[in-house]
C-alpha cells in the first residue's frame, strides 16, 4: 500500500503545473497572421500565432504582437485543430444577453483545404469571414478574423456556429460558438 502511495506521489509531482507553457508563451515572439477590422468605434486588432519549445501552437487575438492584452489559448502541435478543420475564439465586451453585448469578435485557424469559412447567426443567415494563408513553422493554415456588426447584436442576433467548407461547397467542419 505505501509503494502505491509513492508512486503515486512521484507521478503527480511530475505533472505538467503549466508552469512550463506559461514560461514558453513568455519567451517565444508571436507572428501576426491576420486581422480583426477595426469598426464602429472598435479598435483593429491582430491574430497571432506562436509556436512555443513545448509543442504548443497558441492563437492569440490582441492590438500587437507585444502586448499583454490578449485572448486566446494553446493547443498541442500534434493536433492544433483539435481534429477539426477549424478552431476558434469567440471574444466579446458585455452580455450575457446577445443584446447587450458591446463588442464581439471571433478569430483562429482553419485547415490549408479549407477554402470557405462563414459563421452561422442565430437568425439562420450566414457571415462570410476572410481566409488569410498563414504558416507556424512548416504547417500551413488558413488564419481569420472576424468583427461582428453591433447592429445584428442589438437585434439580438449572433453567433452559433462557424463552419468550413471546400472548394465544392462541401462542410468540412463545424464549432459551436457557445453563444446566440
Known amino acids: 500500500m505505501l509503494a502505491?502511495?509513492?508512486a503515486g506521489g512521484v507521478v503527480a509531482s511530475r505533472l505538467d503545473d503549466g508552469s512550463e507553457l506559461i514560461a514558453?508563451?513568455?519567451?517565444?515572439?508571436?507572428?501576426?497572421?491576420?486581422e480583426v477590422e477595426a469598426s464602429e468605434g472598435a479598435p483593429g486588432r491582430g491574430v497571432f500565432v506562436q509556436l512555443t519549445k513545448t509543442g504548443h501552437l497558441c492563437v492569440w487575438e490582441a492590438p500587437s504582437a507585444t502586448s499583454r492584452q490578449r485572448g486566446g489559448g494553446c493547443n498541442s502541435v500534434d493536433d492544433p485543430l483539435n481534429g477539426s478543420a477549424l478552431s476558434a475564439t469567440l471574444s466579446y465586451d458585455g452580455g450575457p444577453a446577445i443584446a447587450d453585448v458591446r463588442s464581439a469578435s471571433?478569430?483562429?485557424?482553419a485547415a490549408k483545404d479549407v477554402v470557405r469559412a462563414s459563421v452561422l447567426m442565430s437568425d439562420g443567415t450566414l457571415r462570410d469571414i476572410k481566409l488569410k494563408r498563414a504558416r507556424a513553422g512548416s504547417d500551413e493554415f488558413q488564419a481569420f478574423?472576424?468583427?461582428f456588426k453591433k447592429g445584428d447584436l442589438r437585434r439580438g442576433i449572433g453567433p452559433t456556429a462557424i463552419v468550413a467548407f471546400d472548394a465544392a461547397g462541401a462542410e468540412l467542419g463545424r464549432?459551436?460558438?457557445g453563444i446566440g
Do not use: C, H, K, M
Open 106 to 109: 471571433l478569430f483562429g485557424l
Open 4 to 6: 502505491g502511495i509513492l
Open 175 to 177: 464549432q459551436p460558438t
Open 24 to 34: 514558453a508563451i513568455d519567451e517565444t515572439p508571436l507572428t501576426r497572421v491576420a
Open 145 to 147: 478574423g472576424y468583427r
